[in-house]
C-alpha cells in the first residue's frame, strides 16, 4: 500500500506466476534462471521465488553455456534482465530446445548501456517480437508514484490470457517500474498465436536507453510492455 496515495500497488510477479502456470505440461516444474549475461540476481525476485515454492515449482540457475543443453524438467528458461548478450552457441542451443515445445521468459529491462542484443533479437524475432532500446516513463503525474516517472499505472490488455489475473485484480491499479517498450512484428499471414498483455495508459513516453541505432526514436502514446506468443509449428512453443 502506497503511503501517501493509498493505493494499493501490483508490481506484476502475481502476473509472471499466472504466466509460468500456464507454460506447465504435467512434469514437476522447474523454472531455470540463465546466468552468464549479468543478470540480476535470483536473490532480487525472493517473493517470486517464494511463490513459486509455494505452487510446487521448482528454481535453480542455469548456465547455458557451461551445461551445452537445457534440462529436461524445464518449464520455462528465464532471462532475468540480462546486460549482456546470449552467445551464438546458446542462442542455437535454445533454438533447438524451443524447436522441440520449449518455452522462454524474457524480463527485457533498460540498460543503459551501448548493448546491442543481437542474438536476443533473433530468437524473438522467431516470434515476431520485437524490442525497443528505451525506457519508458509517464508523463502525467496523476499516473505516477511519489514522482518517480518511472514507477507508472499500465493497463492489463483484455485479452484471454489476462482474464483470470484481471477479474482477481478488480478495481486494484496495476503498476510497472523500469521497462522498456516491445512491438509485434506479424504480418496478415502469420501462424503465431500472440497477444500484447501490458500496455501503458495513452501520455506514457519514452527516452533513447542503450543500443547503437541512430535512427531509434522516442515514442509516446500507449506502448507495448510485455507479450505472450505461442508457435502451434514448435509444439506450441511460448
Known sequence: VNDETGSIEFYGENSIIGAIDYLLKGLTPTIYFATGHNETDI??????TTQLKMQNYNSELLDIEKEG??????TTVLFAGPKKDISDNE??????????GGNVTMFMAPNSEKVVYKNI?????????????????????????????????CELADVDFNKALINEQGDIPVYILN???????????????AEQLIQTINTAQSELCGG???D???????????????????????
Open 212 to 214: 547503437f541505432a541512430e
Open 179 to 193: 521497462s522498456r517498450s516491445i512491438y509485434n512484428t506479424s504480418g496478415d499471414d502469420s501462424k503465431l498465436k
Open 121 to 153: 533479437e533473433k530468437l524473438l524475432a522467431t516470434y515476431e517480437i520485437a524490442i525497443d532500446y528505451n525506457k519508458v516513463y509517464e508523463g502525467d503525474s496523476n499516473y505516477m508514484v511519489t514522482d518517480d516517472k518511472y514507477l507508472f499505472m
Open 216 to 238: 531509434a526514436k522516442e515514442l509516446s502514446g500507449i506502448l507495448y510492455l510485455a507479450a505472450k506468443v505461442e508457435d502451434p509449428t514448435r509444439n506450441d512453443s511460448k
Open 91 to 100: 542462442l542455437q542451443i535454445l533454438q533447438e530446445y524451443m524447436a522441440n
Open 69 to 74: 543443453k537445457i534440462p529436461e524438467d524445464a
Open 43 to 48: 536473490s532480487k525476485y525472493s517473493q517470486l
